[in-house]
């Protein structure tokens, strides 16, 4: 009914009309109203102004427009709060990841041969040797000597067993994350249980361990042929920088550490020469 009743009114917009409004209640009790639709109309264009431009002064003049900006502004400065927290983190996290890849490639780029560091067991070891040479005591037993020789090494270029792949991954676990360079995730997710124990890949040289907050602790092994091994968000760490280690030695355990972590996993990454190489290539399935 409304809508018929404006539809006429729009149609006969420029006619006059009568509004007749009849009281059955008063004998003759009917009156009559002539207008022009578009003054109608005119006057509730008006009406709807004069009560908005009244409304914008309230708001302007009174507390109650302080109030309503107050809180509209206080909710905006949270949420700006919130993005410009967020932002931090993310740009702490891929300075971190900067100077892990620069690490990295300092690492690979200066590849330095195996050292010995002439410790007190070590020159031991060639006390002994001198004597067995000169006859004046016993030989000592192979697992001696390889005790002896192995607590010395910092770097692991002078391994010359051949690194053997596929191997074994180095935690129980499932993969939760394939290896994708579009998206800038240059390792293998492997999610574990909590406390699980990480082995090395293979034979090798740890030659840093750090702990961030981006991905708690991580360590990286340098191997033969410009291989390069790095564990991510783990919980602790068994080893220190510069120890030996050979293949299925535990160096450290599974944990859920780091901002960029969201549940109990490994992140596993191998580089080669410098650059990113898929870990499911040189893991058994």
Excluded at 41 to 51: E, N
Excluded at 159 to 186: C, M, Q
Excluded at 187 to 205: C, F, K, P, V, W
Aim: proline letters at 4%; glycine letters at 6%; aromatic letters at 8%.
């Amino acid at each position: 009914m409304n809508t018929e009743l404006l539809k006429t009114l729009v149609r006969l917009n420029d006619k006059w009309l009568r509004l007749i409004i009849i009281d059955e209640s008063v004998p003759d009790g009917s009156r009559e109203y002539q207008f022009l639709p578009r003054r109608l109309f005119f006057g509730v264009f008006i009406l709807f102004c004069f009560v908005f431009f009244v409304f914008v002064l309230t708001l302007v003049f009174t507390p109650l427009g302080e109030w309503v900006y107050s809180s509209k502004g206080s909710h905006i400065n949270k949420q700006i709060e919130q993005v410009i927290s967020k932002l931090d983190i993310l740009q702490d996290s891929l300075d971190i990841r900067d100077e892990q890849l620069g690490q990295i490639r300092s690492i690979i780029r200066l590849n330095t041969d195996t050292t010995l560091n002439l410790d007190e067991r070590l020159q031991n070891l060639l006390l002994v040797q001198n004597e067995v040479a000169l006859g004046g005591i016993s030989r000592p037993s192979p697992l001696e000597v390889l005790n002896f020789s192995t607590q010395g090494l910092t770097s692991s270029s002078s391994l010359k067993s051949e690194l053997i792949f596929p191997t074994a991954y180095p935690v129980d676990g499932t993969i939760s994350r394939p290896f994708n360079t579009k998206e800038e995730h240059f390792g293998l997710d492997i999610a574990a249980t909590d406390g699980e124990m990480i082995r090395a890949l293979a034979e090798g040289t740890i030659v840093n361990i750090n702990w961030t907050i981006a991905n708690g602790y991580v360590i990286s092994i340098q191997h033969t042929n410009g291989l390069l091994s790095v564990y991510k968000h783990c919980r602790t760490s068994y080893k220190r920088e510069g120890d030996v280690v050979v293949k299925g030695d535990v160096i450290a355990s599974v944990g859920n550490a780091g901002v960029q972590s969201t549940a109990s996993h490994l992140h596993l990454e191998i580089w080669k020469d410098g650059l990113p190489q898929n870990p499911e290539i040189y893991l058994l399935k």
